[in-house]
């Protein structure tokens, strides 16, 4: 790897591992492994969306023309400059700078925030225009059974993506609030490594999820 | 509460032996729920699932009982149902899954590798209490009345017309399967990251080979059935439609997601199993395992193929013939690395110096049912036979081949081999070679007969079938009762030994592998000084130069 580390940067090596490499190493592979279930979970859902494009193209295409397009492009917008201030995290940590690296972190969260709330409110639209068939009221495209399918899926897959965004916000103000403590990018730098990782691994499955739901047959 | 802390109040110190094994370190309740020691939660699981399989057993029982008369007065068929599904259920997801990786898989990969825990002992304290919260759920839904969808939870039968909790327990089943991925995770990081200095990857044994294999179908097939089954909670409870026909969904996209995890989970079920029979019979053969490479290799194979084989449980369904015969050649394709097992194993065993103790009769029971089981498969691979013989008993008879005569075989093999391990005690041998004969004919009585009446035509999931079946019936349920022996017999002797067992030697069976070089329970960090590794797997010629 070519992530050479600043001088007193580093972790505390906890009693199973032999050296902090192996600690490192361990930590990194095991947030890998956890993403890769997290992409055959997310799969099941794009599957599904495949399916239903083949099989409904013109209901899919009704149900896409009524999502916000633009909420979801500005969202995706968000989060990728999120991504941006993650990687400006894990490198400042790297260079041990401590202030920075908390700073980018809060930006970090700031900006996952930001998308919820936007996801929140795009949510909250649907609702009024009565684009939520799941809900038992009346729906907008009733006349056309199979988009139901499709804009169900639009809320169980970004229903799902909320609720791991909302999770990699938790951890990383926990993160945040933990890693001002004095020495602490001596002993748990590697957490903030690891943890990038699931972040932008959120990132990227917002950016299949955004065409598959909003832009293709848009 | 625990083996340990029951001992410990029997024995008197002096008699046992140094107190810093993982069992004499401490004895509180509390140290062994919050223990993050991996052989500790390797006994935890062993316990739960041993409990698991009773109540399975118990429904598989009621079942055979039911199936003594042609016309089904014995249960109703709501009743009938539940148990298939009950036993199918609990069978499945709480006993067959975890079985070997989660008990065997726990306590020994670290010890064979050389390691002195997993890599995140404490997700993998974690993945006990996932484990037991995701079989609350399901025993709640057993408790309220029990569910009639049978293990497969088709759609639309469990989404449009089953009343029964089947959401409670689809829950169950899919935080289970979070248990299986952090074990998963954890054993592969840990095999990648932790082995001891000179541990090469094929120096592993195959255990470790074999438990690699099935922690990369948790990790890349337990994700897909979870999405799967969480779509059925929403469709139940919101009505989304993906499997509705009556919205234009499709049922048949469940099948697909079902088996794309649940014939996968086959060798989840099946692998351990051959890692602890490659374990066993080199050893009770005085050998080298034949063809080690080939072994590995046909690990890894298996759990590659068997992400392609899934539409063959579908060929009835009304799925495309193109797709029949792809699935049906990939499925044919399976046979090879298996047979490649089969057949390294028995050339093991010859010319060996056979030593036919407890484990190895299990071993052999193994390979002998295995075989049957595995030809059989290829039978259903074939369109033409699988046309007959679909949903009859032969499926039942075949896959229980499988699982109970290739999975439970090993398990109860593995335990009795590293019983002394786990617990530092001997169990009584005659006993030991009773039961596992004992398994082996009542094994073989209760499914052999399954065979012939599902090529006859009796559908499985009935339990009201003509007058003529009788007779083979009531043959597969007297073979019931004996396996129900076999299942007590060492459950007792067992528990037995752990209290007035001979105390057990470091290396009971002469056998090679990191396992048998430390003590006898090993010590808190499984090594007292760290093992380097400086030898091949299955080193039991080694006076004879290798060819």
């Known amino acids: 790897m070519s992530d050479t580390l600043a001088d007193g940067v580093g972790l505390h090596v906890i009693e199973q591992f032999v050296d902090a490499e192996q600690q490192r190493h ?4 095991g947030m890998w492994a956890w993403l890769v279930t997290e992409l055959l979970l997310f799969a099941g859902l794009f599957l599904v969306a495949t399916v239903l494009r083949v099989q409904y193209p013109e209901s899919v295409h009704l149900a896409v023309s009524h999502l916000k397009f633009w909420i979801g492009a500005t969202n995706t917008g968000v989060l990728i400059v999120s991504s941006l201030t993650m990687s400006g995290a894990i490198q400042a940590s790297r260079l041990g700078l401590q202030r920075l690296t908390v700073y980018c972190m809060y930006a970090t969260a700031a900006l996952g925030t930001l998308f919820i709330l936007l996801k929140l409110y795009e949510w909250y639209d649907d609702i009024v225009e009565h684009m939520a068939p799941w809900l038992n009221q009346p729906y907008e495209l009733a006349f056309d059974k199979p988009s139901t399918l499709f804009t169900n899926l639009y809320w169980v897959t970004t229903g799902l993506h909320g609720l791991h965004l909302t999770t990699g916000v938790t951890i990383l103000m926990v993160l945040a609030l933990q890693a001002r403590a004095e020495g602490y990018l001596s002993r748990h730098q590697n957490r903030i490594e690891v943890f990038g990782l699931y972040w932008h691994f959120i990132d990227l499955i917002w950016i299949i999820v955004f065409p598959m739901l909003y832009v293709i047959g848009r | 509460m625990t083996y340990a802390a029951q001992r410990d109040a029997h024995v008197p110190h002096a008699t046992i032996d140094a107190p810093k094994d993982y069992l004499h370190i401490t004895h509180t309740v509390k140290s062994w729920l919050l223990s993050t020691d991996h052989k500790r939660i390797g006994i935890l699981y062993l316990i739960s699932i041993t409990g698991f399989f009773f109540i399975g057993a118990v429904a598989a029982g009621l079942l055979r009982l039911s199936l003594v008369v042609p016309d089904g007065s014995i249960f109703t068929n709501d009743t009938y149902n539940k148990l298939f599904t009950i036993h199918g259920v609990v069978m499945v997801w709480f006993f067959l899954i975890p079985s070997i990786p989660a008990t065997f898989g726990n306590f020994l990969l670290p010890i064979m590798i050389g390691a002195k825990d997993l890599a995140f002992p404490r997700l993998n304290t974690t993945s006990w209490y996932v484990f037991m919260t995701g079989a609350l759920f399901a025993m709640l839904s057993v408790l309220f009345g029990g569910i009639d969808t049978g293990w497969t939870f088709y759609a639309p039968l469990s989404t449009a017309f089953s009343n029964t909790y089947v ?7 899919i935080i289970v399967g979070f248990s299986s991925i952090l074990t998963g995770l954890n054993f592969i990081v840990t095999v990648h990251t932790m082995r001891a200095p000179g541990m090469t990857w094929f120096r592993m ?13 948790f990790l890349l097939a337990t994700p897909v059935i979870t999405m799967a089954l969480i779509l059925l909670v929403m469709e139940r409870t919101f009505k989304i439609g993906v499997f509705d026909p009556a919205l234009g969904g499709d049922p048949v996209l469940f099948e697909h997601l079902f088996w794309f995890y649940s014939h996968p989970a086959v060798y989840i079920m099946v692998l351990p199993g051959m890692g602890v029979i490659s374990e066993i019979v080199p050893a009770f053969a005085r050998k080298r ?18 992400f392609f084989v899934w539409g063959h449980h579908m060929f ?34 010859h010319k060996g110096t056979l030593v036919l103790d407890t484990p190895m009769l299990y071993a052999m029971g193994y390979i002998g049912l295995f075989v049957i089981g595995g030809l059989t498969g290829l039978f259903l691979a074939t369109l033409a036979i699988d046309e007959h013989v679909h949903d009859t008993y032969f499926v039942v008879a075949h896959f229980h081949y499988i699982m109970v005569g290739g999975t439970v075989l090993a398990f109860l093999g593995g335990l009795h081999y590293w019983w002394p391990k786990f617990t530092g005690r001997m169990y009584n041998e005659a006993w030991g070679r009773v039961s596992a004969v004992l398994m082996f004919i009542g094994f073989n009585v209760t499914f052999f007969p399954q065979f012939i009446l599902g090529y006859l035509g009796m559908p499985r999931r009935y339990h009201v079938y003509p007058a003529e079946f009788q007779l083979m019936n009531i043959m597969s349920s007297a073979g019931a009762t004996i396996l129900a ?22 290396n009971p069976w002469d056998a090679k592998g990191l396992e048998w070089m430390t003590t006898s329970p090993p010590p808190l960090h499984n090594f007292i000084k760290p093992p380097v590794v400086d030898f091949e797997a299955y080193d039991y010629e080694a006076k004879v130069p290798e060819a």
Request: charged share 5%; no cysteine.
């Open chain 1, 26 to 29: 361990a930590g990194q592979l």
């Open chain 2, 167 to 173: 959401s409670l327990a689809l829950v169950g089943v």
């Open chain 2, 205 to 217: 044994p195959i255990f470790v080979w074999t438990m690699y294999a099935v922690s990369m179908i």
């Open chain 2, 289 to 306: 395992l034949f063809g080690y490479k080939f072994v590995a290799y046909a690990s890894i194979g298996l759990a590659t193929i068997t």
């Open chain 2, 316 to 349: 009835v369904n009304g799925q495309s013939d193109y797709a029949s015969v792809t699935f049906s050649f990939l499925s044919f394709a399976v046979a090879v690395p298996s047979a490649v097992k089969v057949y390294n194993w028995t050339a093991t065993i």
């Open chain 2, 485 to 506: 022996f076999a299942y007590v017999f060492p459950f007792v002797y067992l528990l037995y030994s752990l209290w007035f067992g001979k105390k057990a030697p470091d």
